[in-house]
């Protein structure tokens, strides 16, 4: 069965100050990934999806991942955070079952911005 | 255009109560999904729709949950009754075709006291 492990429930970093979140991923098959934020009464937002390609992609809000199969992760970085970034992160991996993409996510890390 | 919109935005019931939470998804998507987040655990799906049909509803937790999509537009998803550990947030997302990005609507809090 799929899986997803994201191992920091809580990340506080400076504002200006780099930033990665981990994910790994259990799969059988190539995996479609994902990364969404849900900031603070919001609900679900796409930051940025790998299916297939480049293993780096890019996303909004200056975000940015890297696939890496040998490592079976798909970490999510960011050069500079601002205070905005403050809010909860979400990796998800897609489990291609018949028709659906059923997402399978994460437990999520809280981004906490201090200035 | 308009993205997915759900409603209430929170809704408080006694457990034994009904509720139905309705999601309208972004036209034109004929996939819809929905998945709960229970006491900040992981997010889980639920069931998913193509058009009116369900396509796969693997994780509906027992059977005093009814989702429905009438006619392959909005959805709703009754609680019926209501337990105390139904209590969390139910998002609906929809998508154009089955393995395209899926979309997420604000989620519906529901508490049950």
């Known amino acids: 069965a799929q899986s997803v492990t994201q191992p920091d429930i809580h990340i506080t970093v400076s504002e200006g100050a780099s930033l990665e979140l981990r994910c790994n991923y259990s799969y059988g098959a190539t995996p479609y990934l994902f990364w969404y934020v849900q900031s603070p009464g919001q609900g679900l937002q796409l930051l940025l999806k790998?299916?297939?390609?480049?293993?780096l992609v890019q996303g909004i809000k200056g975000f940015e991942a890297e696939f890496k199969r040998s490592q079976s992760s798909f970490n999510l970085r960011k050069p500079s955070v601002h205070w905005s970034d403050a809010a909860e992160y979400f990796c998800a991996v897609g489990a291609l079952e018949g028709y659906g993409n059923k997402l399978v996510f994460g437990a999520g890390t809280i981004l906490r911005v201090k200035s | 255009e308009a993205g997915v919109t759900q409603f209430p935005s929170h809704s408080v019931i006694e457990k034994g109560q009904t509720v139905t939470l309705r999601c309208d998804p972004i036209s034109g998507h004929d996939n819809l999904y929905w998945y709960r987040r229970v006491m900040g655990k992981e997010i889980k799906f639920l069931l998913h729709f193509v058009k009116e049909s369900k396509q796969d509803e693997s994780g509906m937790p027992n059977n005093r949950f009814l989702a429905e999509r009438t006619g392959g537009t909005y959805s709703t998803l009754k609680v019926q009754p209501a337990e105390l550990e139904d209590s969390g947030v139910y998002f609906c997302?929809?998508?154009?075709?089955?393995?395209?990005?899926?979309?997420f609507g604000p989620g519906t809090r529901l508490t049950v006291l």
């Open positions: 790998y299916f297939s390609g480049d293993t």
């Open positions: 997302a929809s998508s154009q075709g089955g393995k395209d990005t899926q979309y």
